[in-house]
């Protein structure tokens, strides 16, 4: 299994364009997190989706955060406009519908966003 | 609300014994879990507790106290490879497959 995949690994953009972050699940998996990691703040929870619908977006921090997924197989986060503050790592993880309460998450190597 | 302290900093030698202590205070609580995360990387799961006492894995162990609201990851032998971000996070209740994330510990493993 390829894990989850996470496109582009780094981008830079100047403050006020458009940013979309994608990422592919794990095959198979019920659920998709979208987190964002700064050093002051750790890792946040954005938004999840369970079987391709939008659970729990109480994390997006402000209107300028949107997020879709249109099949089990894909999920973009977009920042539209993306200001210097969003500078940050951004993971995505998948978890699988598993018995019982245990339900790791498996993370994907992230996107490394840099806004001047 | 959801609150999880951790210490920020650790130092250990190789191939001694240490302990990350982690506390939280939740609304609702559905299983602590331990991730580790190199410089870097993506973070990876290590343990979960959802019953009270002690899980091993290997050179790893977890223990939970859910009266205390309490937890630790226990790393023995250490090895060089072991300095990372240690995070504690939070299952909630209620919230399916939510979990809430500590800021981290950061072990530095000394020759």
């Known amino acids: 299994d390829a894990g989850v995949i996470q496109s582009p690994r780094h981008e830079v953009t100047e403050m006020g364009q458009e940013v979309t972050l994608r990422c592919k699940p794990i095959?198979?998996?019920?659920?998709l997190f979208w987190y964002r990691q700064t050093m002051m703040r750790g890792l946040e929870l954005l938004i999840y989706?369970?079987?391709?619908?939008?659970?729990?977006d109480s994390g997006m921090p402000e209107d300028r955060f949107s997020a879709k997924m249109p099949n089990a197989s894909f999920s973009t986060l977009k920042i539209q406009p993306s200001e210097p503050r969003d500078s940050a790592v951004y993971f995505c993880?998948?978890?699988?519908?598993?018995?019982?309460?245990?339900?790791?998450?498996?993370f994907g190597p992230g996107t490394r966003l840099t806004v001047t | 609300g959801q609150n999880i302290d951790q210490p920020t900093e650790m130092t250990a030698t190789e191939g001694a014994i240490v302990q990350i202590n982690c506390t939280y205070q939740?609304?609702?609580?559905?299983?602590l879990f331990w991730y580790q995360q190199h410089a870097g990387e993506a973070p990876t799961f290590l343990s979960y507790?959802?019953?009270?006492g002690l899980e091993e894995k290997g050179r790893f162990s977890s223990f939970l106290s859910r009266s205390k609201g309490y937890s630790y990851l226990l790393l023995k032998e250490l090895q060089m490879k072991d300095s990372a971000s240690y995070l504690c996070?939070?299952?909630?209740?209620?919230?399916?497959?939510?979990?809430?994330f500590g800021s981290g510990t950061q072990l530095t493993v000394l020759p």
């Open positions: 939740t609304s609702g609580f559905n299983g």
């Open positions: 507790n959802v019953l009270d």
């Open positions: 996070a939070v299952g909630i209740s209620g919230s399916a497959r939510q979990l809430t």
């Open positions: 095959s198979g998996h019920d659920y």
């Open positions: 989706f369970n079987n391709n619908v939008p659970i729990d």
């Open positions: 993880a998948s978890s699988p519908l598993a018995g019982g309460q245990f339900y790791e998450q498996y």
